[in-house]
Structures are given as C-alpha cells and as structure tokens.
C-alpha cells in the first residue's frame, strides 16, 4: 500500500462527495502529495502510528502558509506563519494533511450553521446539521473524506459532532494536548482532541498530539501513557456511574433506551453500574455561557483589522476598528462579545462572572465526588440526534440547550468520549464516557470493549 495512493484516494473522494457535505473550506493537495512522496521514497518513521494517514484539521488551528479563517469572514485572507503544536506533532509523524475544515465562527455554535462562508451537512442526512462547533471534522470522517481529524471542544464542540455524525470524538483532559496554536475562544475550557472511526484510531492520535509543550503554559508536565494498551476488551470489575440528570427530562427516550442497552452490554462483559446524582447540572448552561462568553469577549480584541485578517476600509483608527469587527463577526460571535463584555463589566463583575466561578467549582467537586467511588460516569453524548438544518437557528435558546450533557465536563477539566451507540430513525446517536483528570486511558479500554 502507497502513501500517494492513500492520498489520492481521499482527494478522490472528496471531489466525489464534498460537494455535497461541505466538510472543507481549503485543500492543501499539492503540499500532502509531496509529502506522500517523501514518504514512499523513504518508508514510513519507525513507531510513527500515524505515517501516511490523510487527516483533516479544524480551521482554527493554525497551519503555516495554509489559510486558516476560523470559518469568519475576518480571517478570510488569513494565512498564518507558524503551525500549530498539534499540526507540527503530526507533521512529525508523517501525518497527512488533507485540509481545512469547516466550523462555527470561532467554535461558537452547535450545528455549523455560524460558519462565515458555508453550511456543512449531516453525511447521514443531507437535510440535517453535522453538529457544531467541528462539524466539518466529524462530518468528513463520517463521509469518508479522511481517516482522522482534529477538532476542539469547549463546551462539547468535538463530542457532539461526533455523536450526531456516528464517529469517535475525544475531549482529553484540560491541560493534556498544547492549544499553542489554537486560535482562543474560550482558554479556561478550551482542549483539541480527534475524531475518528475507531477507538484505536482514536487512542494512536491521542498518542500523536499529546504532552507537555513549552509554548503553553496550561499544557501539563504529566507523564502520557501508552494509550494503546488499553485497549485489551478487559473491563471486569469496572465500577460505572449513571447521573439521573443525564438521563431525566429533555432526554429523548430512545436514546435514553440506548444508554440503558449499553450499560446491559457493558455488564455483560463483567462491568456493574448505579445511579448517582450530579446537583449542579443543573447551572452548568448560564456558568458556561457567562464564563465562555467573558473570556471570548477578552480573546477576540486582537482582531482589530490591524493584526490579522481583513481590514475595513476607514477614514480613522477608531472608525477603521468598528467597520472591522461590525463587517468580519458574524451575529453569533457579536452575542457572544456581548454578553461577555457586559459580565465582565465593573458593577456587574460580581453577581455574573464571580457567581459564575462560583458554580463552577461546585460543578467540579460533583464530579470529584463521584470519581472517588466510580471508574467512570456513563451517559447520553446529546439529549436528541441531528435536528434539521435551520430548525434551531433563530432561537439561541434551544441551540444551546443541545450542550446540556457536555458542557459540564469542560467546566470540570475532565476527559471524556462519544462513541456511537445505535441509530434512531436512521440517525446516530452517542455513548458518552466521562473519565477521571488524565484518565484517558480507561475511557478508552472501556469505548473499546464496548465498540
Ligand atoms: N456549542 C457550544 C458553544 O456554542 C460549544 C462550542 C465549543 O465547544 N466550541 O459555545
């Protein structure tokens, strides 16, 4: 087997069916055939996993000479000088990059409908959303456009996607992958992971991209196992957690039905589980948005037409910086400014955005708790499958509602996956598997088993 042939088969195959999905936003065909070459000429890197393998990457990672846009209008001409510590982790590797993927204007949205210049659809439904905010990743993976992808999570924004597209999506821990080039919406929530077919995959390019990194100060100086060998069917004696929030109101009953037979399956193969309570699910919405919102707010000031990106056309300074910020944002990323702006405010600072840190330590410590008695906490990815496109657009509301089960994990810093659990109407949905602080390495022996 050829790299170039691997490599031609996925450009093949996005001429085929990218037109319709709309994963990608930019191709990068000249620059992988190059390096496909390379790689035949010579053979692949002893003990690199992923030699060879096409991979596609979120557009808000930045990839040097590559247009990078964070799917907005005001990084459409965006070409960054650097690459991402992930992307040069790959690079390294002999990773393949295909391309650029779609997304959500600076990873704001659950559906890809935020995107600045296109909507991806759902592979299993052309009619419906992929999931936000890397929608083009899980979508391309599921399409067969490429083996592997990157994506990032702030509030759910790989495990959703993944869910609603039937592929494997992992959040690791905060702190567990450099974000050194990854164009910050929200830092304190903010983690890359990969979206892929298999748990294995998934586990090699965990592998690939993780450890310390001297450009991030956040990323930890933790030891990174050998993921792979979790993976042995094993799981006998693995104690298991089921929140009843996670399976109460708002959860559609056939996907709680696909939880349940899961966690029969689970048993089966030697695990037991019991209901335990999260109490503060129930804040983990308005302490996600309050806090992603400030810390957005903060973040995007750098793009001020002067730095990077488009720049308006102005008589003055201050003119130059609105008719930038008004033209390039979309409506999603202004709400988000906004409200964060206004959390953030002096006079406000307490009741919203201290409140808000307030809620999230005790978000966090439910989770501690739990994690003193259980292995690992099972639940539904999302509380319904892929709506339709346009369905939840005009009502930001509902849209965000859709975060429900995955926003608390971020809150928390804790590892967790999506992995597919069976279809409802023909639509995927996902098993949610939410692990101890760098615990990966169960989350993956139990997906694994279960898989
Ligand atoms: N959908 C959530 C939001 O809009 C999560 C996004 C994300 O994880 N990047 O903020």
């Known amino acids: 087997l050829k790299v170039s042939d691997l490599v031609d088969e996925a450009y093949k195959r996005i001429s085929e069916v990218d037109g319709d999905v709309q994963a990608f936003l930019t191709l990068n065909e000249e620059d992988a055939r190059t390096a496909a070459n390379a790689i035949d000429e010579k053979g692949a890197k002893p003990g690199a996993f992923i030699s060879g393998m096409p991979i596609g990457i979120k557009d808000n990672l930045v990839t040097e000479g590559l247009k990078t846009t964070c799917s907005s209008q005001l990084l459409a001409n965006f070409e960054p000088l650097h690459n991402a510590t992930v992307v040069k982790k790959i690079k390294e590797q002999e990773g393949v990059v295909i391309g650029k993927l779609n997304m959500d204007e600076f990873a704001m949205g659950s559906s890809n409908e935020n995107s600045g210049f296109q909507v991806t659809r759902n592979p ?186 488009v720049r308006a056309e102005a008589e003055n300074l201050l003119e130059m910086y609105k ?82 089960l995955t926003i608390p994990v971020n809150l928390a810093g804790v590892p967790a996956i999506s992995v597919p659990c069976g279809l409802t109407n023909g639509l995927p949905v996902g098993l949610q598997i939410i692990g101890k602080p760098f615990d990966e390495g169960t989350i993956y022996r139990t997906a694994h088993a279960y898989e």
């Open 323 to 404: 008719k930038t910020r008004s033209e390039g944002f979309g409506d999603e990323v202004k709400r988000r400014i906004m409200l964060g702006t206004f959390a953030l405010s002096s006079g406000y600072y307490d009741a919203y955005y201290k409140k808000a840190q307030q809620a999230r330590t005790l978000i966090k410590q439910d989770f501690e708790k739990v994690f003193e008695k259980y292995d690992v906490i099972i639940g539904p990815t999302t509380p319904t499958p892929a709506f339709k496109i346009g369905e939840n657009i005009d009502d930001p509301l509902t849209m965000y509602a859709n975060d429900i």
């Open 124 to 309: 299993w439904d052309l009619s419906r959303v992929p999931g936000g905010s890397s929608g083009g990743s899980a979508a391309a993976v599921a399409a067969g456009e490429v083996l592997f992808s990157l994506g990032s999570d702030t509030g759910g924004s790989i495990r959703q996607p993944a869910s609603f597209c039937g592929v494997v999506g992992l959040k690791p821990t905060y702190g567990r992958v450099s974000r050194f080039g990854l164009v910050a919406f929200a830092s304190s929530l903010d983690q890359i992971g990969p979206i892929t077919r298999t748990v294995e995959d998934n586990a090699y390019l965990l592998q690939t991209i993780s450890g310390h990194d001297d450009y991030d100060s956040t990323s930890a100086n933790v030891d990174v196992p050998d993921f792979s060998s979790f993976l042995t069917g094993d799981i006998k004696g693995l104690k298991i957690a089921v929140p009843k929030e996670y399976l109460g109101e708002g959860v559609d009953s056939k996907i709680k039905d696909h939880v349940l037979a899961a966690l029969k399956q689970l048993e089966a193969l030697g695990a037991t589980w019991e209901e335990v309570s999260l109490p503060h699910s129930k804040y983990a919405l308005a302490t996600y948005y309050l806090i992603s919102s400030s810390e957005a707010s903060a973040n995007l000031a750098r793009f001020d037409g002067v730095r990077y990106g």
